[in-house]
């Protein structure tokens, strides 16, 4: 097994736990769907962190082994050609874009309300 560097084992704690705390945060006024989908959290998680408390979030960031993993569509290389300074403004391309992001078993979720 590969040793995991001190400062890269506090920098995986540090994005666990600001993303469990996002998450715990939102889900104090928001919909606990709409954060299972934004999040691809499952609503298990989503009920444990929006009762945790900050000692308990804190227990699960730096518990050994566990890493945030990102949510990419199953071919990745669209969403990531779509990134550059020649492509951003391009409406085409970011409507390719929200296409292969929406590609996983995520439920619907509904745009801004006015």
Avoid at 75 to 92: K, Q, S
Wanted: proline share 10%; with cysteine.
């Amino acid at each position: 097994m590969i040793p995991i560097p001190d400062h890269t084992q506090e920098k995986i704690h540090h994005l666990n736990r600001t993303y469990f705390t996002l998450v715990h945060d939102l889900l104090q006024f928001t919909e606990p769907r709409l954060i299972e989908a934004l999040f691809g959290l499952d609503a298990t998680l989503c009920g444990w962190l929006a009762a945790a408390s900050p000692q308990a979030i804190e227990q699960l960031a730096t518990t050994p082994g566990l890493v945030y993993v990102p949510r990419l569509p199953k071919d990745p290389r669209p969403l990531l050609a779509a990134f550059g300074a020649e492509t951003t403004r391009d409406v085409a391309k970011l409507h390719l874009l929200l296409h292969h992001v929406s590609d996983g078993e995520q439920p619907e979720v509904a745009g801004p309300t006015a």
